[in-house]
């Protein structure tokens, strides 16, 4: 799986967006992006995934690159209960498309939301 | 909706003791990974099973050991307990399709 890139910790003000940035420059034409976040101590949380379109969700927006190589996640509107770590993850199918390979989970995000 | 449940939440157990770890995935998932994660760490995979078969495996050391049963549930085995096994275990499965991997809420163990 592709090697992810991202800033070690952000600050973002409560009620703005949050820009998350992560940089996957090797990623594989069937490699697809996933972001999760983990709130200290508990279960990652998965949060969006794509392949070269943009996607939303209720949770979030994510931003993909024309060229695959970097992507952004959005909260648009971050609250306190956002403040958490948030990895970027790239991630193929197995061979078939059988079943999915494991998330390999490199030093993520640390978001900060303050009052 | 119906999560990953992973039982016990928190276990104790002496040094060079055994322990297993529990985890039922969501209806109709197919595949199971386990995780490991030492204090102030990132989450290390450590194995996984795609419709019951070991499908990948990771850091996991030889002392512990894994399956998946006919219910697809999945049990981590752990024996000779170190100090450094001290962790939280995570469960996470995923369905066929889009394959989004989701996550328990973790089993603390500590060895003491």
């Known amino acids: 799986d592709a090697k992810t890139t991202q800033p070690p910790s952000m600050d973002c003000a409560e009620g703005r967006a949050a820009n998350l940035p992560c940089n996957h420059s090797t990623i594989s034409g069937n490699e697809y992006v996933y972001w999760y976040r983990q709130i200290h101590s508990q279960g990652p949380q998965y949060i969006i995934h794509g392949l070269k379109n943009n996607e939303t969700n209720e949770m979030a927006s994510l931003i993909i690159t024309e060229d695959r190589k970097s992507s952004t996640l959005i909260l648009p509107h971050a609250t306190l209960r956002d403040t958490a770590v948030y990895y970027c993850i790239v991630r193929a199918p197995n061979a078939g498309g059988t079943s999915y390979g494991k998330l390999t989970f490199g030093q993520g995000t640390i978001l900060t939301v303050h009052p | 909706a119906a999560g990953v449940i992973q039982s016990p939440r928190h276990l104790i157990k002496e040094k060079r003791e055994t322990a297993t770890l529990k985890c039922y995935p969501i209806p109709r998932h197919d595949t199971v990974y386990w995780y490991q994660q030492g204090p102030g760490q990132d989450p290390q995979f450590l194995i996984s099973?795609?419709?019951?078969?070991?499908?990948d495996k990771g850091s996991i050391p030889d002392r512990f050991s894994a399956q998946q049963f006919s219910d697809y549930h999945s049990e981590l085995n752990m024996s000779s307990l170190e100090l450094g096994d001290s962790a939280l275990y995570f469960c996470a499965s995923s369905s066929p399709s889009p394959g989004i991997a989701f996550f328990g809420q973790g089993t603390r163990l500590t060895v003491v």
């Open positions: 099973f795609y419709e019951k078969m070991q499908s």
